[in-house]
């Protein structure tokens, strides 16, 4: 068992997510950055659907009620397990009753703690995965929250010590394709224009603040699709890209949609940092 000390802003559960339910208007959801989701799930000898906890800009204090083989991935932070320091990717044995604080990222936004046996809360239509647009899945973390850990498998652990990290990208550029109404808009829309992301971005979307896009269409249009990564554009022309908790239908343009391996990339993005986009 793992018990929740503080959550921070934003602690929840996820694993790989929930496909196939968008016609009942609920979205895959699942960990925001998949690659380092997985990544954690690897170096603990987890299977890949093995639920882990995601962090939103630490804050994330936990006690191991029982010993524990762990690791943290994604957005790099501060970290110590009982007052001594930890490293990104660099698996963990935790004694029982050790504290783990993880404190908020140098840069980027979410980090991952995986647990060997994974996160063993009750599946939502097949998930563990925390919806926070639609309420679907084990709730936000709270203080006070116990989470069970699943048995651990009779598999070898891996036997790997630190995982050599890239450094994050000073200015991250999304690779582009076009969406189901890029003729809505210029040719030249998203080249070379400068973004900035808002303070109200989450896991829900990306709200860009920047030059608006021109429209060459101005008339109104029934709600369509959305899928990760679709970037749409409200009235005032700021568009917005969509996560992993993006609504199933919008009722706005979607002029372009951002590469599925880029995803992991505007997960990471955080109030402040600056983007662009690149048409493939």
Do not use: K
Not at 85 to 109: C, I, N, Q, S, Y
Not at 209 to 228: F, M, N, Q, T, Y
Request: with cysteine; aromatic share 4%.
């Amino acid at each position: 068992m793992i018990e929740v000390i503080a959550a921070g802003p934003l602690a929840t559960v996820q694993d790989r997510g929930r496909p196939g339910y968008a016609a009942l208007g609920v979205s895959r959801s699942g960990a925001a950055d998949r690659g380092a989701a997985a990544l954690a799930n690897r170096l603990v000898g987890n299977d890949r659907d093995a639920a882990i906890v995601e962090a939103t800009l630490g804050g994330l204090v936990v006690r191991f009620d029982a010993p524990a083989f762990a690791v943290l991935t994604g957005a790099a932070a501060p970290a110590a397990l009982d007052g001594i320091g930890l490293a990104m990717a660099a698996p963990f044995h935790a004694r029982a009753g050790a504290v783990l604080r993880v404190g908020t990222p140098r840069e980027g936004v979410r980090t991952y703690l995986a647990v060997h046996g994974g996160i063993d809360v009750p599946p939502v239509l097949g998930s563990r995965a925390t919806d926070v647009l639609t309420g679907v899945g084990p709730p936000p973390l709270v203080p006070g929250d116990v989470l069970p850990v699943g048995a651990a498998s009779a598999a070898e652990l891996p036997g790997v010590d630190l995982v050599p990290l890239r450094a994050p990208a000073r200015l991250v550029v999304l690779r582009v394709l076009p969406g189901p109404r890029h003729d809505w808009f210029g040719p030249d829309a998203l080249s070379d224009a400068a973004y900035e992301v808002g303070p109200a971005s989450n896991r829900t979307a990306l709200r860009l603040s920047g030059p608006p896009l021109p429209r060459l269409v101005d008339r109104e249009l029934p709600s369509e699709g959305l899928v990760p990564g679709a970037v749409q554009v409200p009235p005032d022309g700021r568009p917005v890209v969509f996560l992993v908790d993006h609504p199933v239908t919008g009722g706005y343009p979607v002029p372009f949609v951002v590469c599925d391996a880029d995803l992991d990339l505007a997960a990471q993005l955080r109030p402040g940092d600056p983007v662009r986009f690149r048409r493939r």
